[in-house]
């Protein structure tokens, strides 16, 4: 796997049609500086709005993968992004000129032979390249049929991809074992597909309006009649003779492999991961997933490297796989110190959304010399203050400058208290974020003893510059 990041050398333009909106658009890829990542621009519109290829900006998935931010879209992006990633591409502009990125033949090739064309430069800066750490599983019941799609840690990039269609294609089964020898060759000219008995339902759902027997396989999955001839011809202008073949394809239509369309899906696969933002390192086991669960997967695995990215930053010495981080780098974070500071660790967090944390009651806190000292529990004050602690972590670890910030407290509200805390108990402290605005956030935050709930609360502090303290 390529270890550098990369652009290309030169401006490439190609121009076609789009399978489900049957625009004309040109689209030309440009170079684009270290850590761009891919970008496409609407160079249609006022100002020409730019969308990241990120997770985020995923707006639609409807037999295509489709980007939106505000009022701008591009539609059907996955087979450009599979080219872009397959080839191991960093940075890159994507400029286009109408709302859905062309279908071409219906495959990855005219992408990854135009970017070839346009030559690579080396950036020489290191890729964020993510090894997937822990086995990730996905699993949805879809009609009679169930999709698994998962991701499990391995030396380099990989695929294995299995479907099970009726007749006439049965269960089919491939590997991408490396990008840089399989992709390009073996993947990459593998086209886009549907079922004869999908094609009037997909064009009144407003899509393949640029679909054609050259664009696409249409596998003959029942007979043909004159009625879908002719709703072909109405509605999507083929012209020419339409017959089902002996191979079980519309005209006939030879596939590039004899196990195309399972290919097709490992493209669709590398081009809705490209979304994560970061190549990736693993290996990746798929049954009947689509560009839904492919979502899904790398939504799961953007948590395990958001986790795996703030773990590194704040590096613990703890050794046990259970804790992200320690006491000594929850102090990089919080300036509470003993006896003051009431986390011991954290052992999950979700980027800017959730943190649970826990703290240890030991009978030798200070607090329970003098509280209650015949019957003791912990203050429940100090239930809020605990909590309150793992909200400001979860505040300031999504700050680029968190060793600059304090958190304040601006108020407390829906308090209450359901159990007392006993030494020798272990408090579990979970915080969701309710909002985060500039550097005000509300958060609502529960603690809690074997399951039952000790104190909840929601609470409302600021980020505040230490200096100006």
């Given at each position: 796997?390529?270890e550098?990041?990369r652009?290309?050398?030169r401006?490439?333009t190609?121009?076609g ?6 625009k004309?658009?040109n ?5 684009a500086?270290?850590?761009s ?12 709005p730019?969308i990241?290829?990120?997770l985020?900006?995923?707006?639609e998935i409807?037999?295509g993968?489709?980007?939106g931010?505000g009022?701008?879209e591009i539609?059907?992006?996955e087979?450009c992004?599979?080219a ?7 940075n890159?502009?994507v400029?286009?000129d109408n709302e ?7 495959s990855a090739k005219?992408?990854v032979?135009a970017?070839?064309t ?8 290191p890729r964020d390249?993510?090894n ?10 879809d009609g009679?049929?169930v999709i698994?799609?998962?991701?499990i840690?391995y030396?380099?990039f990989?695929?294995?991809?299995m479907?099970?269609?009726?007749k ?9 074992r ?5 992709f ?5 000219p593998?086209r886009?597909?549907?079922f004869?008995?999908e ?5 009144k759902?407003?899509l393949?309006?640029?679909?054609t ?9 029942r007979?043909?009649t004159?009625?879908d001839?002719s709703?072909m011809?109405d ?12 191979n079980?394809?519309l005209n006939?239509v030879?596939p ?5 369309p399972?290919r097709?899906?490992v493209?669709d696969l ?6 994560l ?7 990746i ?15 799961l695995?953007?948590?395990q ?5 703030i ?11 259970g804790v ?9 974070i919080?300036?509470h110190?003993?006896?003051f500071?009431m986390?011991?660790?954290?052992v ?8 649970v ?11 329970f010399?003098?509280h209650?000292?015949g019957h003791?529990i912990?203050?429940?004050v100090l239930i809020i ?7 400001a ?12 910030k304090?958190?304040?407290?601006m108020g407390i509200?829906r308090?209450?208290?359901?159990n ?6 272990q408090?579990?402290?979970?915080v969701?974020?309710?909002n985060f605005?500039?550097?005000?956030a509300?958060f ?5 003893v074997k ?9 409302m502090?600021?980020a505040?510059?230490?200096?100006k303290?």
């Amino acid at each position: 796997m390529i270890e550098t990041q990369r652009t290309i050398t030169r401006e490439v333009t190609l121009s076609g049609r789009g399978l489900h909106t049957g625009k004309e658009c040109n689209l030309t890829f440009k170079p684009a500086p270290p850590g761009s990542w891919i970008v496409f621009r609407r160079t249609d519109l006022p100002g020409k709005p730019e969308i990241k290829a990120t997770l985020d900006n995923v707006k639609e998935i409807a037999r295509g993968t489709f980007l939106g931010r505000g009022d701008t879209e591009i539609k059907t992006v996955e087979h450009c992004l599979a080219a872009v990633s397959g080839l191991q591409i960093d940075n890159i502009i994507v400029e286009i000129d109408n709302e859905e990125v062309p279908v071409l033949d219906g495959s990855a090739k005219p992408f990854v032979d135009a970017l070839l064309t346009a030559g690579f430069q080396d950036q020489g800066i290191p890729r964020d390249i993510f090894n997937i750490q822990d086995v990730i599983q996905y699993s949805q019941r879809d009609g009679d049929n169930v999709i698994d799609i998962h991701s499990i840690p391995y030396k380099d990039f990989r695929i294995t991809f299995m479907v099970d269609y009726q007749k006439p294609l049965g269960t089919q089964y491939t590997t991408l074992r490396s990008l840089e020898e399989d992709f390009a060759e073996n993947f990459a000219p593998a086209r886009t597909f549907s079922f004869l008995s999908e094609v009037s339902t997909l064009f009144k759902m407003g899509l393949i309006k640029g679909g054609t027997l050259s664009n696409a396989l249409v596998i003959a999955d029942r007979p043909l009649t004159e009625e879908d001839i002719s709703y072909m011809r109405d509605k999507l202008k083929i012209k020419g003779p339409i017959f089902e073949g002996e191979n079980g394809f519309l005209n006939g239509v030879e596939p590039q492999f004899p196990n195309e369309p399972v290919r097709h899906k490992v493209v669709d696969l590398i081009g809705d991961l490209a979304l994560l933002g970061f190549p990736i390192k693993g290996h990746i086991i798929a049954a009947r997933s689509g560009h839904k669960s492919n979502i899904e997967l790398a939504k799961l695995i953007r948590k395990q490297h958001d986790k795996w990215r703030i773990s590194s930053k704040y590096r613990t010495i703890s050794k046990d796989k259970g804790v992200l981080i320690d006491t000594l780098g929850i102090q990089k974070i919080l300036p509470h110190r003993y006896p003051f500071l009431m986390l011991d660790k954290i052992v999950d967090i979700e980027e800017k959304k959730r943190v649970v944390a826990i703290k240890n009651i030991s009978i030798n806190e200070p607090f329970f010399r003098g509280h209650f000292p015949g019957h003791p529990i912990m203050p429940g004050v100090l239930i809020i203050e605990a909590m309150a602690q793992a909200g400001a972590f979860l505040i300031l670890s999504n700050l680029e400058e968190e060793n600059r910030k304090v958190a304040y407290f601006m108020g407390i509200d829906r308090a209450r208290f359901r159990n007392p805390v006993h030494p020798g108990d272990q408090l579990r402290i979970e915080v969701d974020m309710i909002n985060f605005r500039r550097s005000i956030a509300r958060f609502k935050a529960k603690a809690t003893v074997k399951g039952k709930i000790a104190c909840e609360a929601e609470i409302m502090a600021a980020a505040v510059d230490a200096e100006k303290i």
